[in-house]
């Protein structure tokens, strides 16, 4: 899903987000829509950043494909679906999912590789630099991994890291927070 903003229009920043364990509890492998569940405060912490002027991107690893766990048709749906869970509560709308269905060990093989759009890699971040027109000083990634904060750094934006039980704290992020929500008392950066 994505609705590409004209190059020619005005560069905006871009609010780069992980999907699991951001927007949605990360119960491991999340595919169906049934097992889709926002986390507080995201709707309307989105409709905020989208005010803001700012792009609405998700950029996942979904090594669940790689894994034989799911489809990517599985991936595109549930993205649909969460898109519209989220313009429905609260009128946001997501700009654009970009995701990686690759893994190096994967048991699928045309999608065992090692490759630069699974994060920390960056190629995802660079497609949608292709897709849209983003000002990219005043972007930034929040998630909830290290590969999260490494992506940031490597693609030279501000990393928010969520804390999490579930996954060790970066020794770098531009800073921790406990929500999504906590990254708009940091702006504008």
Same mark, same amino acid.
């Given at each position: 899903? !994505?609705?590409?903003?004209?190059?020619?229009? =005005?560069?905006?920043?871009?609010?780069?987000?992980?999907?699991? #364990? /951001?927007?949605?509890? &990360?119960?491991?492998?999340?595919?169906?829509? &049934? &097992?889709?569940?926002?986390?507080?405060?995201?709707?309307?912490?989105?409709?905020?950043?989208?005010? $803001? #002027? *700012?792009?609405?991107? /998700?950029?996942?690893?979904?090594?669940?494909?790689?894994? #034989?766990?799911?489809?990517?048709?599985? /991936?595109?749906?549930?993205?649909?679906? %969460? =898109?519209?869970?989220?313009?429905?509560?609260?009128?946001?709308?997501?700009?654009?999912? *970009?995701?990686?269905?690759?893994?190096?060990? =994967?048991?699928?093989?045309?999608?065992?590789? /090692?490759?630069?759009?699974?994060?920390?890699?960056?190629?995802?971040?660079?497609?949608?630099?292709?897709?849209?027109?983003? &000002?990219?000083?005043?972007?930034?990634?929040?998630?909830?991994? !290290?590969?999260?904060?490494?992506? =940031?750094?490597?693609?030279?934006?501000?990393?928010?890291? +969520? @804390? !999490?039980?579930? *996954?060790?704290?970066?020794?770098?992020?531009?800073?921790? +927070?406990? !929500? $999504?929500?906590?990254? %708009?008392? @940091?702006?504008?950066?």
């Amino acid at each position: 899903m !994505s609705a590409k903003n004209n190059k020619t229009q =005005a560069p905006r920043p871009a609010a780069f987000l992980d999907r699991d #364990g /951001v927007l949605i509890f &990360d119960s491991g492998y999340v595919f169906k829509s &049934d &097992d889709l569940k926002i986390l507080p405060g995201v709707p309307d912490t989105l409709k905020k950043l989208q005010d $803001l #002027g *700012y792009l609405l991107i /998700v950029i996942s690893n979904q090594a669940g494909v790689a894994r #034989g766990y799911f489809r990517e048709d599985d /991936v595109k749906a549930f993205h649909h679906e %969460l =898109a519209l869970q989220i313009t429905s509560m609260s009128g946001a709308k997501i700009d654009a999912f *970009y995701y990686c269905p690759h893994h190096p060990d =994967a048991k699928v093989l045309e999608y065992k590789k /090692v490759c630069d759009c699974r994060k920390p890699g960056i190629a995802l971040l660079n497609q949608a630099r292709n897709d849209f027109s983003i &000002d990219w000083e005043k972007s930034f990634f929040v998630g909830d991994r !290290s590969s999260d904060i490494d992506c =940031a750094i490597n693609a030279k934006i501000k990393g928010f890291q +969520i @804390h !999490s039980d579930q *996954y060790e704290m970066h020794a770098a992020p531009f800073a921790n +927070i406990k !929500s $999504l929500g906590d990254v %708009l008392s @940091h702006l504008p950066l």
